[in-house]
């Protein structure tokens, strides 16, 4: 049975297998799509509503301004579900997906594609456009990069200074070659994302590691007595978190120690809605789930 959302009223085809859906709201349009097996759609916004209630879907490309639309449904999904209208054949060719698309397993596959492709947070995301927190970190020239192998000794000279030394689970100074077997492990190791901060000028100011667990993250961050006063640590954890959520979408928790009289950290991962959940190794352990990180704004 075909379902199509019109919004003329002066509607006279008498067509048995077609329904006609006229003014219906958002969330009569919502139970639409997802009552459907499979949708075809111009590849406008109409993709995106798709991609949300997860239907199955051919698009067709009919005007210019929608190609990035149908370049990025080819990666992400299948080139074999686009078309545009003025292929070649392209009758054919949309009974040819038609039919390609009735395939249970195929459309199972693309579900499964969809998964990850929206995550609900797009008014988030226009928020922090307008007030847009990394703008703090860029009017102080301040910014988050990956680690590179050159970072090596600036890392070894922060993790070694006496102020990090002194929260740390391991108290002891560390050994070069300790540091060199334990650095080329971790930048190779694909459960951890790491950050490191820097200004315009490649100095290095800090880093911020996370070690994956299945869907958890502990967090790890040390910065330089350089940012000290600026009250940056918060917008460059908050900045950090939201690269990691965004890059790894299976990660929900994000779990931090710290050290009972530390207490500037402590207020640090409380300002971004972190809960105590229990002490550990005597330090106390801290957990930020992902909704709670997007739905209770700290900027």
């Known amino acids: 049975m075909g379902n199509l959302h019109c919004k003329s009223e002066n509607i006279n085809i008498n067509l048995e297998n077609i329904n006609f859906h006229v003014n219906v709201s958002e969330k009569e349009m919502s139970q639409i799509m997802v009552n459907c097996d499979m949708a075809i759609t111009a590849a406008g916004q109409t993709i995106y509503e798709l991609l949300a209630t997860k239907?199955?879907?051919?698009?067709?490309?009919?005007?210019?301004?929608?190609?990035?639309?149908?370049?990025?449904?080819?990666?992400?999904?299948?080139?074999?579900?686009?078309?545009?209208?003025?292929?070649?054949?392209?009758?054919?060719?949309?009974?040819?997906?038609?039919?390609?698309?009735?395939?249970?397993?195929?459309?199972?596959?693309?579900?499964?594609?969809?998964?990850n492709l929206i995550d609900g947070m797009g008014r988030k995301r226009i928020i922090d456009a307008l007030l847009d927190s990394t703008n703090v970190l860029e009017e102080q020239h301040i910014f988050l990069r990956k680690v590179k192998e050159e970072d090596i000794r600036s890392v070894f000279e922060l993790s070694n200074q006496d102020y990090v030394r002194r929260y740390s689970i391991n108290?002891?100074?560390?050994?070069?070659?300790?540091?060199?077997?334990?650095?080329?492990?971790?930048?190779?190791?694909?459960?951890?994302?790491?950050?490191?901060?820097?200004?315009?000028?490649?100095?290095?100011?800090?880093?911020?590691?996370?070690?994956?667990?299945?869907?958890?993250?502990?967090?790890?961050?040390?910065?330089?007595?350089?940012?000290?006063?600026?009250?940056?640590?918060?917008?460059?954890?908050?900045?950090s978190i939201e690269k990691l959520f965004e890059e790894r979408k299976f990660v929900e928790e994000v779990i931090a120690f710290v050290s009972e009289d530390n207490i500037a950290s402590k207020k640090l991962f409380e300002g971004l809605d972190f809960r105590k959940v229990g002490i550990e190794n005597n330090m106390i352990k801290f957990i930020l789930k992902r909704g709670d990180f997007y739905n209770n704004r700290t900027f």
Not at 94 to 107: C, P, T
Not at 213 to 232: F, H, M, P, Y
């Open 55 to 115: 239907t199955p879907f051919i698009a067709v490309q009919v005007v210019d301004n929608q190609a990035n639309n149908i370049m990025s449904i080819k990666e992400y999904l299948s080139s074999e579900i686009v078309l545009k209208y003025d292929d070649y054949n392209f009758v054919q060719k949309l009974q040819k997906a038609f039919e390609d698309l009735k395939s249970v397993e195929l459309r199972k596959t693309l579900v499964e594609k969809m998964n």
């Open 171 to 239: 108290k002891n100074m560390i050994q070069w070659s300790e540091h060199i077997k334990w650095f080329e492990s971790t930048i190779n190791d694909k459960n951890v994302v790491f950050y490191v901060v820097t200004n315009k000028n490649e100095e290095f100011l800090g880093q911020i590691r996370f070690k994956i667990d299945n869907q958890n993250a502990t967090v790890s961050i040390s910065l330089s007595e350089k940012l000290r006063g600026k009250g940056l640590s918060k917008v460059i954890l908050h900045q």
